[in-house]
């Protein structure tokens, strides 16, 4: 997969230059199916209202509101109890996954028990966007101060996909978000290279080649 790990979205030009790059086509040519899955495990977002702000484009970050040719949604909590032939061939023929923020190791455990996971080594062409959590389900941890659901393994242990860490919605002093303060006391706790991001900032993967895009304030901790 191509990978395009968000802190809060396709939030300015930069990001959208690289979700294109990535695409290899306009938007406006491209389907897109979105996942909300990670909202209902998170206390702040969904189940109700958020999630079906983000489903629709009203969230207030910028995915699912591009200008997609097509958007359509895969619940991965529904999959396990449908025919893989009924969901397997829209992630094949989808351009693009916009995946929600929320819990990201209540996301990881549906992408298991659905099967998901399972499919993303042959989807080599498809471009998986994250937001928040949806960016930070693909690292190999993401550190007890971001745990609220608890797997049943007990553990903060994500998918590995990439071999470094996300600490998103860095934000300066004062204002909503995650201090550097706080960025680099949870980094101490993780493994690895580990990436503090504001929401203009973003994180491109192709081909095992990893690229910062931002517009905004960033860091590399642990590295």
Known sequence: MKLLLTSGGVTNASI??????????????????????????????????KAWQFISGNSGNPMVDLGWRSVGVLELTALPTIDDERWVPLVREADALLVSGGDALYLCHWMRQSGLVDLLPSLSETVWVGLSAGSMVLTPRIGDDFVQWRPPTGDDVTLGLVDFSICPHLARGGEPGNSMAEAEKWAAGIDGPAYAMDDQTAITVTDGTVEVVSEGRWTLLGA
């Open 16 to 49: 959208r230059d690289a979700l294109v790059d990535l695409l290899g086509k306009p938007i406006a040519d491209s389907s897109a199916l979105c996942i909300p899955t990670a909202m209902y495990g998170h206390p702040w977002s969904g189940p109700g209202v």
